[in-house]
């Protein structure tokens, strides 16, 4: 069985995770237990989940921990120093808002949020800092510059494309992080995103645009995630490029950024600003 006993004690920051049943959420509860520098203060599920009210280790499949799994989410967010959230947009926005009342920090890894949950973050983040990005990995936070790097180095006629492959549970596409690296192709380009995105291609699509970023996803088995950045040239191409073989990098980086957040203002940050990237 295993031991699912809370390895700190005393002051630590305390630390919520929502969607504890999740992919990641199990991944960040083994690593926050685990951890000599915070605390797991909560655990939240959505209502009806079969993990509500149970004891969250034993929900785990090990030993009891003495952490409950709640849905109520006033009530635990309260205790929180900070909240990790990977969940789903319409969560995370609610989250957000509690989160934000409670003035703890929010850790925000859910994608395929839409502008308007952009902009209730953004009001959120008016009393509580948020720190938010689409892949919490040192890996991709590097390639993310690379890619504003050669972007800019290279003419419009190096052509962009952005590659991602991921599990076959994955609900949205393009994923978070294909969506920064193409963001960061664009800055590169003096642009803006949205100005430069090719919709997905089906049909009879017609030649590319000049200097359009185009995007493709693959979803399949148990891929965890990987990133290609393409520069396809005239007689060469560029690919940076990359793979992500295990959920720790991306929960390592979420705790590293809920502790790196317990001295800061209300704001949106993200984790170019954690890794002092920026
Ligand atoms: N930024 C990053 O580095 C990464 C981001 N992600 C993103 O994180 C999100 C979650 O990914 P996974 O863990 O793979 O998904 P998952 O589906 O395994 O887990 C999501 C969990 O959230 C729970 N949930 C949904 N609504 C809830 C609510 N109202 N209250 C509490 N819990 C709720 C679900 O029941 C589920 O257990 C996705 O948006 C994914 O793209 C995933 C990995 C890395
Ligand atoms: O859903 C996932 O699994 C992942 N989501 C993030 C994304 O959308 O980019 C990060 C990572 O690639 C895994």
Redesign the pocket.
Known sequence: MSDFQQTATGDLPGIVV????????Q?LIRLILDSDQARLVGA????G?AWIGRDLGEAMGGAACGVPVS?D?VAVIAQAQAVID??????TV??AELTAQARAVHV?????LEPADLARLAAAARHAPII??????LG?NLLVGLTRKVAAALGEDWDIEVVEA??R????AP???ALMLGEAAAEGRGAQLADLRTPAREGITGARTAGSIGFSAIRGGDIV?EHDVIFAGTGERLILRHVATD?A??AR??IRAALWGQDKGPGEYDMADVLGLS
């Open positions: 929502t969607g504890a049943s999740g992919r990641m959420g991944m939240l599920e959505r209502p989940h849905d989410a990977f969940t789903a947009p319409a969560a609610a989250f925000i890894g859910t994608t395929g938010r990005a689409g892949n919490m990995s991709v991921h599990h549970m994955k609900v949205d994923s978070g992080t995630g959920r990098i991306f980086g979420a």
